[in-house]
C-alpha cells in the first residue's frame, strides 16, 4: 500500500514542483480553451496569448524563485 | 518531398525529444541499479529492474489500447496539458540550476549516497539472493521507468507516433543501460542538465502545439510551428538565465 502510495504520489509529481506555476499553466489553459468556444472569435490572438502567457508565466516564476534563493 | 522524407521529417522531432527525455531518467535508474549490483550482487539487481521493465511493459498494454478510444481533440487538449506541466517543470529546474540558484544533480554523490545506504543494510552477503538489492533496483527503474511511460505517450499519442517515440526511448535505455554495464560506474559525465533544459524546450513546444490544435486553433505552417514554438521557448529561457546570472532580474 505504501509502494502503491509513493508510486502514485511520484506520478503526480511528475507534472508539478512549483505549484504556482503549474496553477498559473492551467489558468492561461482554461483561459485560451474557454476563449476558443467564442463563436465567430478569430483563433489566431488565443493561440499567441497561449504562448505569450506560458513563457511570461515561467520567466517570472523562475525569476521569483532565484530571488527566493 | 516523397512520403518517407515526410514521415521523417514527422517522426525525427518526436524520436528525438523522447530519446533525449528517456535518456535523463535512463541515467538516473542506472545509478541505482549499478550500486545495488556493486554493493550487493548483479543478479538480484538485474532481476529486480528485469521485474520493473516487466510491470511497465503490463501497465503500457493496459493503457495503450484505451487511448486509440479517445476523440482526437479531447486526446490533442489532456496530452498537451500534461506535456506542457511535464516540459516547464523540467525546463524550470533546469533554467534554475544553469542560472546557479540552486545546485547541479551530481550523479558521483547520489552513487555514492545509494551505495553506502546499501553497505549498511542488512544481508549483504553477495553469495545469497539479495531482496533489499532486488527492491531498491525494481523501485529505481518502475518509478524511472513510468516518467519515460509517460514521455513516450505524451509524445507519440496525439499525432500517431508511438511507435517514433518509443523507438527513441528504447534506444536511449538500452544505450545507456550499455554503456553503464561496460564503464561499471555512474554516467556523471552526461550533461543532465543540458539535456534537460534542451528536453524541457521540446516538451513544452509539443505541449502548447498539441493543446492549441486540441482547441481548434491551427498553428502557422502547420507541423513546421514547432521548430518556431522551439525557438520561441529557447530564447526567452536563455535570456531570463542569463538575466538571472547577471543579477540583471530583481
Given at each position: 500500500m505504501n509502494a502503491l502510495r509513493k508510486i502514485l504520489g511520484k506520478v503526480a509529481t511528475l507534472f508539478y514542483d512549483d505549484a504556482s506555476l503549474a496553477i498559473t499553466v492551467l489558468a492561461i489553459l482554461a483561459l485560451a480553451a474557454a476563449a476558443s468556444t467564442?463563436?465567430?472569435?478569430?483563433?489566431e490572438p488565443v493561440m499567441a496569448f497561449l504562448v505569450v502567457g506560458v513563457v511570461a508565466a515561467l520567466v517570472e516564476n523562475v525569476a521569483r524563485a532565484a530571488r527566493a534563493r | 518531398m516523397t512520403p518517407n522524407l515526410m514521415d521523417l521529417l514527422h517522426a525525427g522531432p518526436v524520436m528525438t525529444a523522447s530519446f533525449f527525455a528517456s535518456a535523463v531518467e535512463a541515467v538516473e535508474a542506472a545509478t541505482v541499479v549499478l550500486a545495488a549490483s556493486v554493493e550487493r550482487g548483479w543478479r538480484p539487481a538485474l532481476a529486480g529492474a528485469l521485474a520493473a521493465l516487466a510491470a511497465l511493459a503490463a501497465i503500457s498494454a493496459l493503457f495503450g489500447p484505451a487511448l486509440a478510444a479517445i476523440p482526437i481533440a479531447t486526446l490533442q487538449v489532456v496530452v498537451g496539458t500534461l506535456l506542457l506541466l511535464f516540459g516547464v517543470r523540467w525546463l524550470r529546474k533546469a533554467m534554475l540550476r544553469s542560472a546557479g540558484a540552486i545546485g547541479l544533480r551530481d550523479e558521483e554523490a547520489l552513487y555514492a549516497r545509494e551505495r553506502l545506504a546499501l553497505d549498511g543494510s542488512p544481508g549483504a552477503d553477495r553469495r545469497r539472493w539479495d531482496t533489499i538489492a532486488a527492491l531498491v533496483s525494481f523501485k529505481a527503474v518502475l518509478l524511472e521507468g513510468l516518467e519515460v511511460v509517460v514521455i513516450v505517450i505524451g509524445l507519440g499519442a496525439a499525432g500517431g507516433m508511438l511507435v517514433p517515440a518509443a523507438a527513441g526511448a528504447v534506444g536511449a535505455c538500452v544505450i545507456v543501460a550499455g554503456t553503464a554495464a561496460a564503464l561499471n560506474r555512474p554516467l556523471s559525465r552526461v550533461p543532465e542538465n543540458a539535456l534537460k533544459f534542451a528536453v524541457g524546450i521540446m516538451v513544452s513546444a509539443f505541449g502548447l502545439f498539441w493543446f492549441g490544435e486540441g482547441i481548434g486553433g491551427h498553428w502557422p505552417y502547420g507541423d513546421a510551428a514547432i521548430p518556431g514554438l522551439v525557438a520561441v521557448l529557447f530564447a526567452a529561457s536563455s535570456c531570463a538565465v542569463a538575466l538571472v546570472r547577471r543579477g540583471g532580474i530583481r
Open positions: 467564442v463563436p465567430g472569435l478569430d483563433l | -
